[in-house]
Nanobody
Framework: QLQLVESGGDLVQSGGSLRLSCAAS????????IGWFRQAPGKEREGVSC???????YYSDSVKGRFTISTRHANHTTYLQMNSLKSEDTAVYYC????????????????WGPGTQVTVSS
């Protein structure tokens, strides 16, 4: 079992920044890759980023160059630093525990967090 809790969602102006956090806990916390997804109203859930065991990050084309994923292993927390935010980044952001990190991240998710709302005003 694995528990995931997101935090850091907020209302921010276009061009601004936010940092999301995902705290993971449970006996299998080291067995998974942690990734971030988002779902905007009326749209499918989209894989945004994940972090590999070597610390390398995967990013979708829509956020590449603007978002940065990182992990603090001491407290099992994964961060998503989001810069140069746009109105199209508005969504509920979810962290997830996956058996895979890469372009097909959504195919191997075993656990989800409840989500945190990010709203970017134009």
């Amino acid at each position: 079992q694995l528990q995931l809790v997101e935090s850091g969602g907020d209302l921010v102006q276009s061009g601004g920044s936010l940092r999301l956090s995902c705290a993971a806990s449970g006996p299998s916390v080291n067995d998974y890759y942690i990734g971030w997804f988002r779902q905007a109203p009326g749209k499918e859930r989209e894989g945004v980023s994940c972090i590999g065991t070597d610390g390398s990050g995967y990013y979708s084309d829509s956020v590449k160059g603007r978002f940065t994923i990182s992990t603090r292993h001491a407290n099992h927390t994964t961060y998503l630093q989001m810069n140069s935010l746009k109105s199209e980044d508005t969504a509920v952001y979810y962290c997830a525990a996956s058996e895979y990190c890469g372009p097909r991240l959504s195919l191997a998710v075993d656990y989800w967090g409840p989500g945190t709302q990010v709203t970017v005003s134009s």
